[in-house]
């Protein structure tokens, strides 16, 4: 089946301690997108890419970086985590960039832990 | 100011009855999505239903329709019927099309936990 897939599910750093967390899509999408979702609160969008094209949120921290090396995988990296880092990153993949129809679809998650 | 708002916190409903979730939402632009999503406790986000703000007709899935009141700005999600493995959160989300150009992720609502008691 076709899905968004995420590694690893759960994921303990130290404070401090770069992490990079993974996503991969066998949709063959243009379009992938990274969640922060606190305890308890919506999903904020941290940016997207649409093909290679990066695409940051204006209040996405500077900590907070992607790197998308081909249409398959997206990576975001976290420099130097803290404990406010600490939440579930949600990855999404949709088909194009244009139309407010096109559904997104959701990796199960990355619960990252900040000791 | 809030651009998706979900009232409910949360709900207790009894298995078998109907239920409704509430949202409104806030946008100046004409062209709009809004989209319907669970989230089990597992933290996988399940899309439901979509429906579009040129959409004449309220959407349906299966035992999931969609209230739409476009001058009220209100995108209620109905729930016939409901199950036990109904007990989830439940987000309402937008994306709105920034004036015809390339549209930007969702914005979702602070949601609504859904519990179904037997």
């Known amino acids: 089946d076709a899905m968004v897939i995420q590694n690893p599910r759960y994921q303990v750093t130290q404070f401090g301690k770069p992490v990079t967390l993974s996503c991969s899509q066998t949709?063959?999408?243009?379009?992938m997108y990274w969640y922060q979702q606190k305890s308890s609160q919506a999903p904020k969008l941290l940016f997207h890419?649409?093909?290679?094209?990066?695409?940051n949120e204006a209040d996405t921290p500077d900590n907070f970086q992607s790197r998308r090396p081909n249409t398959s995988f997206c990576f975001l990296d976290i420099r130097s985590p803290g404990l406010g880092d600490a939440a579930m990153y949600l990855c999404?993949?949709?088909?194009?960039?244009?139309?407010?129809?096109?559904?997104?679809?959701f990796g199960p998650g990355t619960r990252l832990t900040v000791l | 100011a809030q651009k998706i708002t979900q009232t409910q916190p949360g709900m207790f409903v009894q298995e078998k009855e109907a239920v409704t979730l509430d949202c409104t939402y806030d946008?100046?632009?004409?062209?709009?999505?809004l989209f319907w999503y669970k989230q089990p406790s597992s933290g996988e986000m399940i899309f439901l239903i979509y429906q579009g703000s040129y959409d004449q007709q309220n959407a349906t899935e299966g035992r999931y329709s969609l209230n739409f009141q476009k001058a009220r700005k209100s995108a209620n999600l109905v729930i016939s019927a409901s199950q036990l493995g109904d007990s989830a959160m439940y987000f309402c989300a937008m994306r709105e099309g920034l004036g015809g150009g390339g549209a930007d992720g969702l914005t979702f609502g602070k949601g609504t936990h859904l519990i179904i008691q037997p």
């Open positions: 890419y649409y093909d290679k094209d990066f695409n």
């Open positions: 999404a993949t949709s088909r194009d960039h244009t139309g407010v129809g096109n559904e997104q679809f």
């Open positions: 946008t100046s632009d004409p062209s709009y999505g």
């Open positions: 949709l063959n999408h243009n379009v």
